[in-house]
């Protein structure tokens, strides 16, 4: 079982830096057992992916959407139990509101699609201004 709680949204100028932070309340498994991901929901408009971590023994793996890439970047604490999104180089398309999700690993769902995350926190909005 985990809970999430976003928090760091607000407003922001284009082009200025946004931190936000997914924290989690985990019982039974770790949290580092959990993918963890932020989708977004600007209005209007379907829920997207925004990007997505896994820490393994093995390797990093990073996932991010096009829309983003070169300009956010996610990164998780385990002992911690957070997680955190980057986002540079912020855009008026940016708005909207930004959830956190986590979900045990499934070999038949890719990371990047929300059916493979059970777990969402209630969101945080994000408003860039022109």
């Known amino acids: 079982q985990i809970q999430l709680q976003e928090s760091g949204g607000g407003l922001a100028h284009a082009g200025n830096t946004l931190t936000l932070s997914c924290t989690a309340s985990?019982?039974?498994?770790?949290?580092?057992?959990?993918?963890v991901a932020w989708f977004r929901q600007a209005p209007g408009r379907d829920r997207e992916f925004v990007a997505f971590i896994n820490l393994s023994p093995d390797e990093i793996k990073y996932d991010y959407a096009d829309s983003v890439k070169g300009r956010f970047t996610m990164s998780r604490d385990d002992i911690e139990k957070t997680a955190y999104l980057t986002m540079n180089i912020l855009k008026p398309d940016d708005t909207a509101t930004y959830y956190c999700?986590?979900?045990?690993?499934?070999?038949?769902?890719?990371?990047?699609?929300?059916?493979?995350?059970?777990?969402w926190g209630p969101g945080t909005r994000v408003t860039v201004s022109s």
């Open positions: 999700a986590a979900g045990l690993p499934r070999r038949t769902i890719p990371p990047t699609d929300e059916r493979s995350y059970e777990y």
């Open positions: 985990v019982s039974g498994v770790p949290f580092s057992s959990y993918n």
